[in-house]
């Protein structure tokens, strides 16, 4: 059976938008934490690729971010938005460092910190659907949404497709 999508595996828009904002209040008081939840939900990234990036793995020239994949995808490089990555980048440059790693932190602790902003309990995995739905609503171009996913096949990407065009095609036949 195929892996199916539905509003409990990612944000709503408005639940997106109440997940910014509080990031957005909370980011001068509790930076490392605000940007690797606000990071997750621009990239799409997995939990375990958030937490094994590097420093180097920003690109200030590109105002880039790369992902190494894990199960089994694709490596890739995602362009941030200008602002956002240069406050990234103050925040990065900020840090004392005893590790290479951007977010030195378990896994672990990323689910709790994940647990005190949500503004839904949802999991930690619906960031990374809501940026592909999000990516897909804006540019209806599912082969870009294959490469920003690292998924490498098509397939897999699939859902986010077919869950918006039937939800679209549904609203119009019933409303």
Known sequence: MAYSLNK???????ESAHLRKILGDYLDQDS???FLLSLALRTGGRAQELLNLRIQDFNTFDQTVYIRGIKNSNDRELPLEPRYFEQLMRFLGSQPRESELAFPISYHRLYQIWEFYRPV?????????TF??????????????????????????????????????LKKLIL
């Open 8 to 14: 409990n595996k990612y944000l709503l828009a408005p």
């Open 32 to 34: 490392r934490n605000c």
């Open 121 to 129: 309990p949802k999991k930690f995995h619906s960031l990374r659907h």
């Open 132 to 169: 592909a739905i999000e990516l897909y609503q804006k540019t209806k171009d599912i082969r870009l949404v294959q490469v920003a996913l690292g998924h490498r096949n098509i397939t897999n990407t699939m859902i986010y497709a077919d869950y918006v065009y039937s939800q679209q095609e």
